[in-house]
């Protein structure tokens, strides 16, 4: 099991995973940024937005089905978020107008990830002057969750292993013995991976692989896609 496991970027040589990461971040946030300051919506924005997306699906060479499922974690939290609103008596244009909100967002920083390997969006990160501290969290959730999931495989065998009772429910009064050792034994492993990375020199600073380069195109994309957000934003039909 290695990080790959967990990783969204889809390797393809197309025009959008050729991009600078920090053209498509700063696309993807002012996409979020301006879907979640339209208020009132028309038939401008209830089509354009949608548009945008799809024609970075289809620049990207992306299989729609694997952006549903990328997207599928946020359907829990869509439905909490409509339960509130419900409780909220908000209306029901309302509540379908914040649903969708959220899954246009949701869709578009999973395009983002999807095109651009995480170390290069941790890269663009940095650069952008997102604190440090931040960036080597992200950082180190996104290489060592493989290591906590191994953890988990391995107390979920040996619970398994020492579970005789037929009526599995009645185990469930042990899952807190499990979970303390499971924090137990990822603490352990978190000192040893540390005392090997400053064995090994680390510095508190990621090694970039490469550098970043804004080039021309990155430039070009910027300014067409904030001219046809500003379109679907402000335009009217």
Avoid: N
Wanted: with cysteine; net charge positive.
């Amino acid at each position: 099991m290695t990080h790959q496991w967990h990783d969204a970027y889809r390797h393809a040589s197309t025009p959008a995973h050729h991009l600078d990461p920090r053209s498509k971040l700063f696309a993807g946030l002012v996409f979020v940024g301006t879907v979640l300051c339209t208020r009132h919506w028309s038939l401008l924005q209830g089509a354009g937005y949608p548009a945008l997306l799809a024609a970075v699906l289809l620049l990207a060479r992306l299989s729609p089905l694997t952006l549903l499922k990328r997207a599928m974690g946020i359907l829990p939290f869509a439905l909490l978020m409509l339960l509130s609103a419900a409780f909220s008596r908000l209306s029901y244009a309302l509540m379908m107008e914040v649903l969708l909100k959220a899954i246009l967002s949701v869709f578009a920083m999973a395009l983002v990830s999807m095109t651009t390997p995480f170390p290069d969006l941790l890269r663009a990160l940095e650069q952008c002057r997102v604190p440090r501290k931040l960036v080597m969290f992200l950082a180190f959730l996104y290489r060592y969750a493989a290591v906590l999931g191994k953890e988990i495989v391995r107390a979920e065998r040996g619970w398994r292993s020492r579970t005789f009772d037929r009526f599995w429910w009645r185990e469930w009064s042990r899952a807190g013995h499990v979970l303390a050792a499971l924090l137990i034994r990822s603490y352990e492993r978190a000192e040893r991976v540390y005392a090997a990375m400053l064995a090994r020199g680390f510095s508190s600073r990621m090694p970039a692989m490469h550098l970043l380069h804004f080039g021309p195109g990155d430039a070009v994309f910027v300014s067409i896609s904030s001219a046809l957000l500003a379109i679907v934003r402000w335009g009217r039909i």
